[in-house]
């Protein structure tokens, strides 16, 4: 029944994948099979002090990290995050992240972390947005981990694009942006933030800085979905 409503649905208002732009047929979720199948994967998680850890290795804790894909902004695949943050297409977010995290439980990235937290948006871009990517992938992960979602840190301030900015510029930013109202109710525990992508890793580090400054004893690791080619 499902199956026939998707295709009654797709007749009406066809869904097309946004990595190639084909329309999907009604078992494709999303994405097409065949852009599924190419997702350009990091497979970070699989390697000691990989890339994404090294981004900072020396600026603060981080236990673990890694994100799902490689993001290029000149490449087909960067048009999924276009679709999660501009496009009002979070739920592709956390359908990706879903399954991304189910390959993080397998090989054990879960192990040791009590909850997931997402980095916020400032209340202005959330009421101009509607909604939080970072929110919808965080859920994603959450699920394939059984793990619950903490919304609990809050940017205090709004801080403007980072895209057109040098390293330190981006890092000056985001510096003292982030929040949180009950320090104590994190001590002691393993937290994994996430973000929908990581660049320079500016964003992340302010947030870990931060819960690292006021939160006794926490443990930190990262995930994004995306990960940033430099240069
Ligand atoms: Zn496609």
Redesign the pocket.
Known sequence: MLSLFRQICDLLVPRT??????QLSAHEQY??T???AGLPLTRLHLHDFNAMEQLFAGKTPIERAAGCFWYERANRYSQILQSIKYRKMPALGEWLARQYGRDLAAAGFFEGIDAVIPIPLHSSKLARRGYNQSLYIARGLASAASLPVLDVVTAAKPHSSQTRKGNYARYLNVRGIFAIAHPEKLAGKHVLLVDDVVTTGATLLSCAEMLHAHVDGIKISLATLAVARLG
């Open positions: 994948c946004p990595v190639c732009g084909k994405l097409c065949r852009c599924l």
